[in-house]
């Protein structure tokens, strides 16, 4: 998808609903920076936002992700063509994500002993208590805190394939943070099939 003929049709758009930048905004509840990174092609709208802005601008989803009103001879090419592109792209997001989620983990984990070290180092230089339990406390905080931010990623990226059943779906954070896992393969019950088996991660939803 061409983000910069995107944000330009929203733009024109926007001009003939005689909308300001602001009042768009208002009534998506974003800001006007939001709208103006749109209209210059750095971001394109949420997802969640897209139905009520093409009901703002008198166009369809469709319209809006080719950057020009659709003929009804090329609709449904077209429509099929952003839908693939926005898979592409999430799926993209999604391993980014995961990269992310190892690179947290490693220097999460990194710092923890860091912390370690220096507590063990003041201790055997017979230091106060407290100039080991601060930095020991400091790692370990700061390593639960990154664990669990880094179970969300997991959770949100990509999806979890059930073996019984081969259903592909996104599991609750609870759920993923209580499962018997092996890297990131978790032992949990399917919503499809309602059976329990070890399910791997995949990027795809299909």
Not at 5 to 26: S, V
Not at 35 to 55: F, Q
Not at 67 to 96: C, F, H, I, P, T
């Amino acid at each position: 998808m061409d983000q910069i003929k995107i944000g330009r049709f929203i733009a024109q758009k926007r001009k003939e609903q005689n909308l300001t930048q602001m009042q768009l905004g208002e009534k998506l509840g974003v800001t006007d920076r939001a709208v103006s990174k749109w209209e210059t092609g750095k971001s394109l709208p949420d997802a969640s936002l897209m139905l009520e802005l093409c009901a703002l601008l008198n166009i369809t989803v469709n319209d809006l992700l080719c950057g020009e009103v659709v003929s009804m001879e090329n609709y449904n090419e077209n429509m099929e063509k952003n839908l693939l592109e926005m898979v592409k792209q999430k799926e993209q997001a999604d391993k980014r994500l995961l990269t992310m989620e190892v690179v947290i983990g490693l220097t999460s984990t990194i710092f923890l002993f860091a912390m370690l070290a220096v507590g063990v180092i003041f201790m055997t230089l017979k230091k106060p208590v407290w100039t080991f339990i601060l930095p020991v406390g400091v790692g370990f905080i700061q390593f639960i805190v990154c664990m669990l931010f880094a179970l969300r990623i997991e959770q949100v990226a990509g999806y979890y394939e059930c073996r019984k059943c081969g259903h592909r779906y996104v599991p609750t954070y609870w759920r993923v943070n209580l499962a018997m896992h092996m890297g990131r393969t978790r032992y949990m019950k399917c919503p499809h099939c309602g059976k329990s088996s070890w399910q791997k991660k995949v990027l795809s939803k299909e």
